[in-house]
Structures are given as C-alpha cells and as structure tokens.
C-alpha cells in the first residue's frame, strides 16, 4: 500500500495522519497553536525550506484546517488562521507536547509550559473519560468494532460489541 | 533546516516526532495498542511494506518505545511490546482517533469504539486539567516559556511567566 491510499483505511488514525501525519505539517499546527498567521513568521520558526512550507499551508487550508484571510490588500498578503475543524486539534498537540516533556526534555525542563487560565496553574493535558469523567488508564480502555467497520474484514479481528 | 536536526530544537513537539512523526511509524503505534505484536501481523494490518515494517520497528525499538522480546527460538521469532514510554503516548493515539471520528467519520461512524471498563460507556478522551481537574477548554490556556527554553533566543517570542 502507497501512502496516498492510507485514507481509504477504515481507521481514523489513518484518515487523520493522511492530513496532518506529515512532520513539518504538525510543526506548522504547532505554530498555528501559538498564533503564529504569516508566511515568513512560520518559516522562520519552523526552520522549514519556504517551498514546503507553501506546500503544506497550501495543503492544510485545502482540508480545512487552517483558513487564509487577505490583510493586506498592496501588495496581497495572507494570513492563515485556524479554522474549527483546526482548533480541535489541541488535544493532539496537548498530548504530543506534555509525551515530548517527559520523555525528551533534556534534563533541561519543558521548553514551553501551559498555563490554565481558570484556575492559574501550570498543567499539562490529563484524558478523562467523556463518560464518567474519571481520568483514563489505559488498561481500562478496550475496543470493539464500531458502525464504521461493521460488515468489513477488519470487523473480527478488532472484536464487535 | 532538515529534518534529521529538527531533535536539536528546544521544543517537545520537534522532539516528539523525530521519534514519532513518521505516518507509518503511527500506524504501527496504532497496531501495538490494538496488541499487534508480530511482524507479520504488522505488516498485514498496516498495509506497509516488510523493508518499512522492518526499518519503523527497529527504530522504535532503537527510541524504546517497543521492545523486542523472542518468543519462539527454533527459528528464532521475537515479538515486540509497548514499553512505558510507548505507552505513555496513549493519550496521542486517542487524540488522534476522535479527531478523525469527529472530521473523518465518511458518514458512516466510528470505525473502532473504545469502552470505558470503569464504567461501561462507549467513550472518547477529555483533555482535563491536571492541576484543577476541569475540562479544558482552549481558549483558557495560554503558554509561557518554560525552564528548558531560559536563556534562548524563542523564549522572547512565547513570553514568559
């Protein structure tokens, strides 16, 4: 299988990394989240070549996750600002960055730190469970096939309810 | 910059996917926490290549997010593990599921359910504040540079505490 047919997959996981699985494409979000909108500025701070950073702002505002508004009319100039479907991608960066923390901060600390308005402090992202609440361990999450599968191979192997 | 120096940046992101950014890399991560553990079982279920299959496995091994472990010795067969910090990216891996449930779902719904043991429901992972507990909502979170980025040059551009 080529890549460019993974979003046939009847997984999310594959459908999702078919539009944002690409390395300077999550680093360009990772901007996008610090409200970074120009051209030059993404550039700059992902330290990516400038054609493929057209190249992959042009592909996210084409899925819908980033929108480009003109603000400057001479000469023309865009920006790129995150659209709904984009904004609800937080929990993806949340849970990449608090992994990258732990696991690679160097001895030095994390190199960013979230801080939640409501309540003031320092934190980083905890799963709960959309049901009950309760923080997630993972030993405690099981799958089954869900509608999206049913009647495909794929159905038996993930186990139905 | 290429991406082989993109580990060099003071950020968990960069960090992250030099280990993990790789689309394969997460489509065999996907496989592992449905409890793939066989080569032949990663390559069919991914759709891969064997030489990908082989190379993303050994790299993943190399970052110790799976381990190796032989389970047959004539011939000689090992099975790979999630490991504690493989593990650890569960929260990514369900982050990257309900965002493509949510905007990748093709009409026909999710095709893989996750169940909440703890209380029996079909469920999704809820970002949650690890300091106050409550869902988080974007908006209410700002960043701020953190320990690991003191002294260098993007602390200026996050801002600090």
Redesign the interface.
Known sequence: ?K?D???Q?????????S?I????T??LL?EAF?RTRRFADFAE????ARNLVSDRLEKLVAAGILERRRYQERPPRDEYRLTP?G????????????????????G????????????G????????????G?????R??????????RGLP?AD??GS?
Chains 1, 2 share one sequence.
């Open positions: 299988m890549w047919e993974i979003d997959q009847p997984c999310s996981i594959a459908r999702a990394l539009e699985g690409d390395r300077w999550l680093l990772r610090l701070r992902t330290g990516a479907k904004l609800d991608l937080h929990p993806v960066i949340m849970a990449l960055v608090h992994w990258g923390d732990r696991w690679h901060d160097d030095r600390g994390a190199p960013v730190e979230h801080v939640h308005r409501t309540c402090h320092v934190m980083h992202a905890e799963p709960s469970c959309s049901a009950c309760t923080r997630i361990d993972p405690e999450v099981t799958v089954r096939a869900g509608p999206g599968l794929d192997r993930i309810a």
